[in-house]
């Protein structure tokens, strides 16, 4: 009996132990429009997936949520060698999920698998040769030329388990373009603050916190739901009925009531991504136009003149309603290049709109297809719409065709379209990204990877090259400005704004909103 009674006090001790623990314990459910199209880290390149991805694999580096600084994950530091060789020393004692430990050859066989072909990461791997273990906690990066963008780069590559990969046939990242499946499609086993607990394909995810985690954590959320819920009615009456904690995206149009509301709040920031037009410049004769035998977007006159009868104050005010900050630059103004100077736009105005068609050779206007998206971006189609009714005012007419993401993305990498609409996120947060993605002449790599108008200018592909190679802060600075001001001058795409992005949530909720439009669950308190 004494043994008994022993027992049951030490239960009753541990119990009293647990209790504050039990107390703090806190689940955080939360939604947005979409899901997750795989956990294979390497497979599919979108902003949010990868931060979700966060909760469960790490990097050797990833951006501090507050300042954007680059922190160190899984490296503790680094230093450069020679200009093309950079040393990562890794942090030790770390545990991926199923207990294994951490090691250069880990880092080593994620950095590589980043480059498979299958791999949509290759744009941040951008500039590396290959990966060397020093010694089972010394990795080199060496690079086929300096990168003064590496760390940024690598804030997005995160690290698998190698032995886990190779028992379970995900040595190759899914190709997400095809129907084969590989292990770490379905499944997901990180060094990261949470463990996945279940992933049912467009229903839920569930997220536990990992015990051995070797982090500190700011937040206080042990258990994560998180919901895709196609509509924004139903998204926003799961947040009414205090069904759900937050919402990622709530439609512009239910702020004013979110705000009205004593028990919700609405926090929103400034996101990293500008929303703009593009225009075929390549084509001798565009498809569907009344103009024959030329291409009336290849004179900078008629894109200067599109640009300025887009009247985009109204645009944000009206449609946006304060979600947009308009914005005459291909980057928004937390990038590195920008400049108040640079972002300042072109004014609008009717009267000089038609005075440059006339210059051109279009005192009528003419005919010209337009496409875009109707559920990527805040309010597109609406966006669309409007300019369509601006550019008739100046006698051009529109042809405006809408439609889903999905088909709209490979339509226009497929060159099938006049003009068409684009945001552009910067994961960097340096210019260099879009300006290779956007407008260096179209080649191999990033090289003008996004650049669906085909624009080409001998001195931009002189800038871009230059910059990927120019180590020398200031005068890397200074070449990214001069490059989006030539943008500005050649009118390469017509900006529109910078998206500002407001999350909702119960008011007993704090977080830091991020830029990048992202959910750092490591610093959300469930109060």
Known sequence: MQSKHRFLSLAAAA??????ALLHAKPFKWASQGDV???????DNTGFQNGVHANVYEGLVYYNSRTFAVDPVLATSWKEISPTQVRFVLRQGVKFHDGSAFSADDAVFSLQRAMAKTSNFTPYMEGVSKVVKVDEYTIDVLLSAPNPVLLRQLTELRIMSQAWARKNRSVEPKDIKGKDENFAHRNAMGTGPYTLESWQPDVKMVFKRNPHWWGTMEGNVTEIVYTPIKSAATRMAALLSGELDMVLDPSPQDLERLRANPELKVVEGLEYRTIFLGMDQFREELPGSNVKGKNPLKDVRVRRALYQAIDEETIARSILRGLGKPNGTLVAPM???????????????????????????????????FACPNNRYINDEAICQAVTAMWSRVGVRAKLRTMPRSTYFPMIQRYEASVYMLGWGVPTFDALYSLQSLVRTVGTGADGNNNSGRYSHPHMDYLVDRIKGETDAPVRARLLTEALQLSNDTVSHIPLHSQVIPWAMKRNVDLVHRADNRLDIRMVKVN
Not at 15 to 20: E, T
Not at 353 to 368: Q, R, S
């Open 15 to 20: 119990a009293l132990l647990l209790a504050p």
């Open 37 to 43: 199209a795989t956990w294979d880290i390497h497979a």
């Open 335 to 369: 990038v590195a290049g920008y400049t108040e100077a640079v972002g300042k736009r072109l004014p609008y105005s009717v009267e000089a709109a038609k005075k440059l068609l006339a210059e051109a050779g279009y005192p009528d206007g003419f005919e010209v297809d």
